[in-house]
Antibody
Framework: QVQLQESGPGLVKPSETLSLTCTVS????????WTWIRQPAGKGLEWIGR???????HWNPSFKNRVTMSVDTSKNQFSLKLSSVTAADTAVYYC???????????WGQGTLVPVSS | EIVLTQSPGTLSLSPGERATLSCRAS???????LAWYQQKHGQAPRLLIQ???SRATGIADRISGSGTGTDFTLTINRLEPQDSAVYYC???????????FGQGTKLEIK
C-alpha cells in the first residue's frame, strides 16, 4: 500500500518561502505524476502543481510563478516551494499521486501551514 | 479553464435513502477526466470514482457515477451514517495541464 507523508515547518512568516516535502513509501516514485493540493480552513480544494518523476512540472497559473517543485528519486521524495507567502496561503497542504494523468488515488494526511508573523 | 458547479450545496437525508449529487461543467469534458472524492471531517479526500463511472479500489458498489458532456452525477444508495462527508468532483484538462475541483456538496445523514 502506497503511503504519502508531508513534512515541513509548522509556521511561515509573511513574504518568506513555504517549503514542504512529501515522502512516498510502499511504492516507487518513478513513472508517476505527483501533486500538491491545498485547502484553506472551511474551504474547497485547490490544485497547486504536479511533477513527474523525470522532473517535468506544471503549476496552476493562479500562483503567478511563485511555485517551484523538485523530485528526488533516490529518496522517494518530492518537494514544493511557494515563495512570497501571505496570510492567504494559510491552508492544509496535501501531496497526492496521479497514476493516470487524471485523478488522485493516494493522498498524504495533510499538513497545516499557518502564515503569520 | 473549466469551471465545475456542484449542487446542492447541502443535502440532508436519512439512513437507507438515496443521495444524488450533481456536478455541471462549464463546457463539455471527456468522461475519462472526471472524478469524485469523499472528504470526511479532518481527513484527506478519498477517491471514489474515476473516469466518471469507474469505482476506485475498495469502493462499495452502492456508490456509482454517471454522466457525459457537461452533466455528471454521483449516486449513493442505501445511505449509512458514515456517508456523512463533503463530496467533490474534479476535472483534469491536458492543454495545459490543469486540475479543477467543484466547490463541494455537504451530505448530512440525519
Amino acid at each position: 500500500q502506497v503511503q504519502l507523508q508531508e513534512s515541513g515547518p509548522g509556521l511561515v512568516k509573511p513574504s518568506e518561502t513555504l517549503s514542504l516535502t512529501c515522502t512516498v513509501s510502499g511504492g516507487s516514485i518513478s513513472n508517476y505524476y505527483w501533486t500538491w493540493i491545498r485547502q484553506p480552513a472551511g474551504k474547497g480544494l485547490e490544485w497547486i502543481g504536479r511533477i513527474y518523476s523525470s522532473g517535468s512540472s506544471h503549476w496552476n497559473p493562479s500562483f503567478k510563478n511563485r511555485v517551484t517543485m523538485s523530485v528526488d528519486t533516490s529518496k522517494n521524495q518530492f518537494s514544493l516551494k511557494l515563495s512570497s507567502v501571505t496570510a492567504a496561503d494559510t491552508a492544509v497542504y496535501y501531496c497526492a499521486r496521479d497514476p493516470f494523468r487524471s485523478s488522485f488515488d493516494f493522498w498524504g494526511q495533510g499538513t497545516l501551514v499557518p502564515v503569520s508573523s | 479553464e473549466i469551471v465545475l458547479t456542484q449542487s446542492p450545496g447541502t443535502l440532508s437525508l436519512s439512513p437507507g435513502e438515496r443521495a444524488t449529487l450533481s456536478c455541471r461543467a462549464s463546457q463539455s469534458v471527456d468522461t475519462k477526466d472526471l472524478a469524485w472524492y469523499q472528504q470526511k471531517h479532518g481527513q484527506a479526500p478519498r477517491l471514489l470514482i474515476q473516469g466518471a463511472s469507474s469505482r476506485a479500489t475498495g469502493i462499495a458498489d452502492r456508490i456509482s457515477g454517471s454522466g457525459t458532456g457537461t452533466d455528471f452525477t454521483l449516486t449513493i444508495n442505501r445511505l449509512e451514517p458514515q456517508d456523512s462527508a463533503v463530496y467533490y468532483c474534479q476535472h483534469y484538462g491536458s492543454s495545459p495541464p490543469m486540475y479543477t475541483f467543484g466547490q463541494g456538496t455537504k451530505l448530512e445523514i440525519k
